[in-house]
């Protein structure tokens, strides 16, 4: 998938190695509990895991990651560089993780995300994604919550 934003053209592709250290580093700057370039780098082998990468201009923009089980889909990651956001990068690496679900036939896709972070839960709510639930004291540094959001792709499939 090709996009154009407003100053940049970008590729969604799948995550490889050459991805590993700018992906943690995404890690490191948005997440106060973030992956390792190690663990990411397990993620590759992982014949349930999904990680897709933007590229724009031959740097990583941002990445969204997935992990998919018995017909169910959950976002581990979603996260974009600062000097890439608000282009739809997030948007469209959103979209091709729910498209990839859809193909492998899940019935929907789940994440949880800081109430606190207001775009994240707007750019969920704007893609179909409702209030599942709550995980207590799930987020440290800050201590929060997770909001869980889910997604039903299949339909009945809620019931």
């Known amino acids: ?47 349930l895991a999904h990680f897709l990468v933007a590229v724009a201009g031959g740097k990583t923009a ?34 091709a993780a729910q498209n990839g679900a859809i193909e492998r036939d899940c019935r929907f896709i789940t994440l949880e995300v800081r109430p606190s972070n207001r775009p994240a839960v707007a750019l969920y709510s704007k893609n179909g994604f409702t209030a599942a639930g709550e995980r207590r004291g799930f987020y440290q540094n800050p201590d929060e919550d997770a909001l869980i959001m889910t997604k039903y792709l299949i339909q009945g499939a809620a019931t």
């Open 1 to 47: 998938m090709t996009a154009k934003g407003a100053a940049v053209n970008y590729t969604v592709v799948p995550m490889d190695k050459t991805h590993l250290e700018a992906v943690a580093a995404l890690e490191r700057q948005c997440f106060s509990a973030p992956w390792s370039a190690q663990s990411l780098a397990e993620e590759l082998d992982n014949p």
């Open 62 to 95: 941002g990445y969204i990651g997935a992990q998919e089980i018995a017909g169910e889909c959950y976002i581990t990651n979603l996260a974009v560089f600062p000097e890439y956001r608000r282009l739809g990068i997030a948007q469209a690496l959103l979209a």
